[in-house]
């Protein structure tokens, strides 16, 4: 009775998966008529429109912090290496 039960439930469970799945194919069948060059460039437009663009004074000071910052992490890594290079020859040399 208890397995009659558990397999009924299963069956069941199953199903709704299935239905579910057959109901997404669907609807992605339905929403993929094929590529349309106009609808791409009027969606992009308004996916551009939602941006906050930076205003020209962060672009500037953004602009600036990041080479700053690589060029002190070129001046690092140069640093090291360079530090390294001394002690292999000085051990090896």
Same mark, same amino acid.
């Given at each position: ?6 397999? @009924?439930?299963?069956?069941? @469970? =199953? ?52 080479? =700053? ?25």
């Amino acid at each position: 009775m208890v397995d009659e039960c558990l397999s @009924h439930e299963r069956s069941q @469970h =199953l199903d709704g998966r299935e239905t579910v799945a057959k109901k997404d194919e669907a609807a992605l069948q339905e929403a993929k008529p094929g590529f349309n060059p106009s609808d791409f460039f009027k969606e992009t437009k308004e996916e551009l429109d939602k941006v906050v663009w930076p205003s020209r004074q962060q672009l500037i000071s953004e602009s600036i912090a990041v080479m =700053l910052m690589v060029t002190l992490s070129a001046t690092l890594i140069y640093l090291v290496d360079n530090f390294f290079a001394w002690v292999a020859q000085q051990v090896f040399g």
